[in-house]
């Protein structure tokens, strides 16, 4: 398909747990976005990938989560020592650039659950 | 600190009528406008976006409307159907800022009673 692709679609894991969480941009996108989305809650802005680097990290909760983007295309999101907290839809988006207006598109998101 | 409020959690509209859905936000900054639509276990769905330099964009069945003096948005659906229901997202960024990053209301439930 043509559209953000992420895997796995659901993961359950046990508190202190580490978890990898992958996201596969549109083809050609520059720009890739990772959210956090909570029940009852709108998608909260994560990290901001413009290429290779993180352009805005300033969402990440805490050092124990991290994301790479090596070459420019997929990217992971790493968390290290799960908390029960941590329970939530990990949604990644990408856009075509980080251009004015820039139109962010998602992929179907990524269930996790920390037991 | 919210920035960006939907304050109805929910809406119910009969088949064929208009549904409108609000949002309001408070940082003057922002200067581009997105209602994305999302269904149970997906991804939001763009739906249609506006920039701070309008005041309407219009799309088939949907219209978005900005008031910027107000900071107020709203999204109307014309006519609705059933197929319409699903819970709504408003998001603003300030592009123009360098920042790109989406700020998201909490989302508003429509339903479309056939």
């Known amino acids: 398909g043509a559209g953000v692709s992420q895997t796995p679609s659901n993961k359950v894991t046990e508190k202190g747990k580490y978890v990898e969480l992958r996201c596969d941009p549109i083809?050609?996108?520059?720009?890739l976005y990772w959210y956090r989305q909570s029940l009852g809650q709108g998608p909260e802005f994560l990290i901001y990938?413009?290429?290779?680097?993180?352009?805005?990290d300033s969402g990440l909760p805490n050092d124990r989560f991290f994301a790479v983007r090596p070459e420019g295309s997929v990217s992971t999101l790493k968390i290290q020592r799960t908390e029960r907290g941590d329970s939530a839809v990990y949604l990644c988006?990408?856009?075509?650039?980080?251009?004015?207006?820039?139109?962010?598109?998602f992929g179907p998101g990524t269930r996790l659950t920390v037991l | 600190d919210q920035q960006v409020k939907q304050n109805s959690p929910s809406l119910s509209v009969q088949e064929g009528r208009i549904s409108i859905l609000n949002c309001d936000y408070t940082?003057?900054?922002?200067?581009?406008f997105l209602w994305y639509k999302k269904y149970p276990a997906e991804g939001p769905t763009f739906l249609i976006s506006?920039?701070?330099?309008?005041d309407k964009n219009e799309d088939g069945r949907f219209t978005v409307f900005l008031n910027k003096s107000a900071k107020h948005l709203s999204l109307h659906i014309v006519p609705s159907q059933p197929g319409d229901s699903a819970v709504y997202f408003c998001a603003a960024s300030a592009q123009g800022s360098g920042t790109y990053k989406y700020i998201f209301g909490t989302g508003t439930r429509l339903k479309v009673l056939a």
């Open positions: 988006a990408s856009s075509r650039t980080s251009g004015i207006p820039d139109t962010q598109y």
């Open positions: 506006i920039s701070s330099i309008k």
């Open positions: 083809s050609g996108h520059t720009a």
């Open positions: 940082n003057s900054m922002f200067d581009y």
């Open positions: 990938f413009q290429g290779t680097g993180a352009a805005d």
